[in-house]
């Protein structure tokens, strides 16, 4: 059974940081692409970063070039990403995704704010 699991979320002030992990298990990450969406009240689902097979492409939203890392170890079978100088339109619940077959983890809230 495919499952995903995000952790790493919460609270965090404007220009703190975050850092989230999916931990994949049911299946092994190295044959997949991976990434992170999020999607806030009201809106849809946004990527957010994308990583290839092996880690050598990566993919980032605009909203996050520059501040956010997506990271992945396939011995762990965990994607990683690093969030930083973290902004209020940041706030959402981030999502892992593992793009053959479309599965989707459970999502994790991450809320910006002072």
């Known amino acids: 059974q495919v499952q995903l699991v995000e952790s790493g979320g919460g609270l965090v002030q404007p220009g703190g940081s975050l850092r989230l992990s999916c931990v994949a298990s049911?299946?092994?990450?190295?044959?997949?692409?991976m990434g992170w969406y999020r999607q806030s009240p009201g809106k849809e689902r946004e990527l957010v970063a994308d990583?290839?097979?092996?880690?050598?492409?990566?993919n980032y939203g605009d909203s996050v070039k520059g501040r956010f890392t997506i990271s992945r170890d396939n011995s762990k079978n965990t994607v990683w990403l690093q969030m930083n100088s973290l902004e209020p339109e940041d706030t959402a619940k981030y999502y892992c995704?593992?793009?053959?077959?479309?599965?989707w983890g459970q999502g994790i809230q991450v809320t910006v704010s002072s």
């Open positions: 990583i290839s097979r092996n880690g050598g492409i990566t």
């Open positions: 049911g299946f092994t990450i190295h044959m997949h692409h």
């Open positions: 995704h593992r793009r053959g077959g479309d599965y």
